[in-house]
């Protein structure tokens, strides 16, 4: 069985970085037929995409554009996000996501429990 396990959020001033990680257990990562992502929903707020990281190909949302990385550790099936330049706006609860493609051609998603991160002066 899938698990996505999420660390290393917390409580950090503007202008400061943080990185958050996520480890992976029951499959590798490494795989065109797996794409690894992070998400984020700030109280009151809907849940939305910051990050994802396929074979060979990573995509940003506009807002952490040049201020975030997305990487991954295949042998140690982890995803990483670097976060840079961190804003108050940046303040969520940081969720990592992985697509997996099933025998059926169909997509499945597994979600993390989610982590803190906290950007306040």
């Known amino acids: 069985q899938v698990q996505v396990v999420e660390s290393g959020g917390g409580l950090v001033q503007p202008g400061g970085s943080l990185r958050l990680s996520c480890a992976v257990s029951?499959?590798?990562?490494?795989?065109?037929?797996?794409?690894m992502a992070w998400y984020r929903q700030p109280v009151g707020q809907q849940r939305s995409f910051v990050a994802n990281?396929?074979?060979?190909?990573?995509n940003y949302a506009d807002s952490v554009q040049g201020r975030f990385t997305i990487s991954k550790d295949n042998a140690k099936s982890t995803v990483y996000l670097q976060m840079n330049k961190l804003k108050p706006d940046d303040t969520a609860v940081y969720y990592c996501?992985?697509?997996?493609?099933?025998?059926?051609?169909?997509?499945?998603?597994?979600w993390g429990q989610g982590t803190q991160v906290s950007v306040v002066a």
């Open positions: 996501n992985a697509k997996i493609l099933g025998t059926d051609l169909k997509w499945n998603d597994y």
């Open positions: 029951g499959t590798g990562i490494d795989s065109n037929s797996k794409i």
């Open positions: 990281i396929g074979y060979h190909t990573s």
